[in-house]
Nanobody, 132 residues
Framework: QEQLVESGGGLVQPGGSLRLSCSASRFTPDLDYWAIGWFRQAPGKEREGVGCMSVGVGRGYLYYVDSVKGRFTASRDKGENRVFLTMNNLKSEDTAVYYC?????????????????????WGQGTQVTVSS
């Protein structure tokens, strides 16, 4: 069964950086046929989309929610079947559990938006805490 595992969370001071990793296993044939989304959920708040990337099978979408544009960057290691979220200039309001999720190519990640309901597979989450 397809599986996603996040790592890289931790405690960081405001203005600091973290890089989250999302390892995909048993996604056939590879991530070219899947869109990857990043989501987060802060205590007492609803889950929100952070961004997504869909770069295979003729797609070329990279989307970020306004609150993280210019600070967060999604990237991919195709050979290792991993996706990364590099987070710079972190703020206290970025504190949350971060999740990666996968949707079949053509779903979930669009030009200018992402559709959480279309993501079929979810990781277990990794905690990011931004505090001095």
């Amino acid at each position: 069964q397809e599986q996603l595992v996040e790592s890289g969370g931790g405690l960081v001071q405001p203005g600091g950086s973290l890089r989250l990793s999302c390892s995909a296993s048993r996604f056939t044939p590879d991530l070219d046929y899947w869109a990857i989304g990043w989501f987060r959920q802060a205590p007492g708040k609803e889950r929100e989309g952070v961004g997504c990337m869909s770069v295979g099978v003729g797609r070329g979408y990279l989307y970020y929610v306004d609150s993280v544009k210019g600070r967060f960057t999604a990237s991919r290691d195709k050979g290792e079947n991993r996706v990364f979220l590099t987070m710079n200039n972190l703020k206290s309001e970025d504190t949350a559990v971060y999740y990666c999720a996968a949707a079949p190519a053509g779903y979930g990640c669009y030009e200018g938006s992402l559709a959480p309901a279309e993501f079929d597979y979810w990781g277990q989450g990794t905690q990011v805490t931004v505090s001095s």
